[in-house]
């Protein structure tokens, strides 16, 4: 997981928090010994729920163990000079209404659109003199269609009708996004009152049903089936359909044969920015700078946000309901209400009084699936890298395909299939899928002059290893150096680019930020994690068995990404129960 100096001789060690952001997150409030609601954790979820209570009237404080806020939605100086999203690297699926009503831009948020947005290059190593062929897709379709026809004419033809269709299915999901699941709780055991009141939460599925319409058969396929039968129903050429694979397994422990991974590429495809739908950018100056934004707008309003104050656990009162939070110092702070944006285990099972939930519900909690397959890894280089399918140009300035998510091991649903095998068996991928995104292609406030920063998103590395390892710093390594390897076959010369790297495994990603198991959604994104069953039938509207404690993160409704609407939706449940307290 070290940051290894190579090429460029850099032999700082790095802070991972440096003195510039610390003092500015050192400077929130002083702590009180009281408060309306508090909140654990400063992940973007959390920092959601706080702007929006405190927008409210409720007086709000939010306590991070770490030095900086966001969570996974970081920028760390993890290199000298080189600024890394850390974790979380693309935005896209952050919800229009909060970058409305947290006024995002007056606080400081500037985002870099993507276009073209996907490039696939591909090996073809038998081409002899020839440019490998490749494949880039943007917001421009009949340019689009051009580079598709060069694989399929057939399949260029059909690539308009197959996003027509993505769409609507984005379009009737997207009222689900911002409102609470359907109250099964209330329906099953609510007073007369609270079961008519809970008819409300099915307004959001009515709109849904009235969207899809006659061809709801065939958008549940999409949501049930194996993202490969759905793609091979579409088109021929296996470089397409693995690019629009990759997308329906990134983050997700599932192979394209996996039956429901058209969810995971559905959550994937619903997003935007500044009304393109679809669209997926960059945050200038990292996800951090996202994070500071929200930030900036909840303490705006008067919210009191600690680093470096881990909560130790919840306080419960003897008539069973919450009453604040005791922190690792041992300092307590009451309040009303206490929102947890830590994933569901460690919210239950670490944080939260055992003797205050019921056996069954914490025997569900732990039961959830987090497997995770991802490898982050950050990398400093001195150039851009020079891919054969694209070279690039004299001056070394950036070119389209840089700006783009960079598909590499990509060219066969086979190849990514056998990434996923590997594993299964407890290995990682002999051939990962690699996202390759160089976010400093189009924001240049992240590295010197000339250099660039290199998100690599990597796929399949069990959290278990095989054969009795584990992941020490030999097994980083040795994983590593195959992942550049991959990239060199692609890009000679990559590795002699590298200054130096940061691994991230899933325990590492476990550890550091929290995420369960390493997983990026906190629990997996599968149809039986999902809407009135995340994380658990019957608790699936941001409440709990315990009265006073909500949850607010990517363990609920609507899940993973850098979304903010777990943040959002509960904050609305949390004000509403205020109201009626």
Not at 407 to 415: I, K, P
Request: proline share 7%; glycine share 8%; net charge positive.
């Amino acid at each position: 997981m070290a940051a290894n100096g190579l090429g460029l001789g850099r032999a700082l060690a790095a802070s991972p928090c440096p003195p510039w952001r610390r003092a500015h997150w050192e400077a929130r409030g002083r702590l009180k010994p009281q408060y309306d609601a508090v909140v654990i954790g400063a992940g973007h979820n959390g920092l959601v729920a706080a702007a929006y209570l405190q927008r409210l009237g409720v007086n709000t404080a939010v306590f991070e163990r770490r030095p900086v806020t966001g969570g996974a939605a970081v920028t760390e100086e993890i290199i000298p000079g080189f600024k890394f999203s850390r974790a979380s690297y693309l935005l896209s699926l952050l919800r229009p209404q909060i970058y409305t009503d947290l006024e995002l831009k007056k606080h400081g948020l500037r985002l870099h659109l993507r276009n073209p947005y996907s490039f696939t290059p591909m090996l073809e190593e038998s081409m002899g003199s020839k440019v490998p062929r490749s494949l880039l897709l943007g917001t421009d379709m009949a340019e689009n269609q051009k580079q598709i026809a060069q694989f399929s004419r057939k399949d260029a033809q059909a690539f308009p009708k197959y996003e027509a269709f993505m769409n609507r299915l984005a379009l009737a999901i997207d009222p689900l996004l911002d409102a609470a699941p359907v109250d099964m709780e209330a329906f099953q055991r609510g007073s007369l009152w609270q079961r008519l009141r809970s008819l409300s939460t099915l307004k959001p599925l009515l709109q849904a049903g009235r969207i899809l319409g006659a061809q709801l058969p065939q958008y549940y396929q999409v949501l049930t089936a194996p993202i490969i039968k759905v793609l091979d129903q579409w088109f021929e050429s296996e470089p397409l359909k693995a690019t629009l694979a990759t997308d329906a397994v990134i983050g997700a422990m599932t192979s394209p044969h996996t039956p429901g991974s058209g969810y995971v590429l559905l959550h994937h495809v619903m997003g935007g920015l500044e009304g393109m739908q679809g669209a997926w950018g960059y945050v200038q100056g990292g996800m951090g700078a996202l994070s500071d934004a929200i930030t900036s707008s909840a303490t705006a309003h008067g919210a009191s946000i600690f680093t470096e104050k881990a909560v130790a656990k919840v306080l419960v009162s003897s008539e069973g309901r919450v009453q604040g939070v005791v922190l690792q110092d041992g300092s307590e702070v009451r309040s009303k209400v206490v929102l947890s944006n830590a994933s569901p285990q460690v919210t239950f099972l670490k944080l939260t009084p055992q003797e205050w939930l019921p056996k069954e519900f914490l025997e569900r909690i732990s039961r959830l699936d987090t497997k995770s397959p991802v490898t982050k890894i950050n990398v400093a280089v001195d150039r851009l890298p020079d891919f054969l399918a694209a070279p690039n140009a004299p001056g070394g300035q950036s070119l389209p395909h840089h700006q783009c998510s960079i598909h590499l091991n990509c060219e066969d649903t086979l190849l990514l299939h056998q990434a996923f095998e590997d594993a299964m068996d407890g290995l990682p991928s002999h051939r990962p899928m690699i996202e390759l995104c160089i976010p400093s292609s189009l924001d240049p406030t992240l590295a010197p002059p000339g250099c660039h920063v290199v998100s690599l998103f990597t796929q399949y590395t069990p959290y278990s290893l095989a054969r009795g390892k584990v992941w020490n710093e030999q097994e980083r390594n040795a994983y590593a150096d195959k992942v550049f390897d991959c990239i060199e076959a692609y890009a000679p010369g990559f590795k002699g680019s590298v200054a130096g790297r940061d691994i991230l495994t899933p325990p590492d990603l476990e550890r550091i930020f929290g995420l369960p198991g390493g997983n990026i959604f906190h629990c997996a994104m599968t149809l039986d994690q999902l809407y009135f069953a995340r994380p658990t039938p019957l608790h699936s509207g941001y409440r709990c068995p315990l009265r006073g404690l909500y949850l607010c993160g990517s363990g609920t409704h609507p899940g993973g990404g850098v979304m903010g609407a777990p943040g959002r939706n509960a904050a609305h449940v949390v004000f509403r129960d205020l109201k009626s307290m």
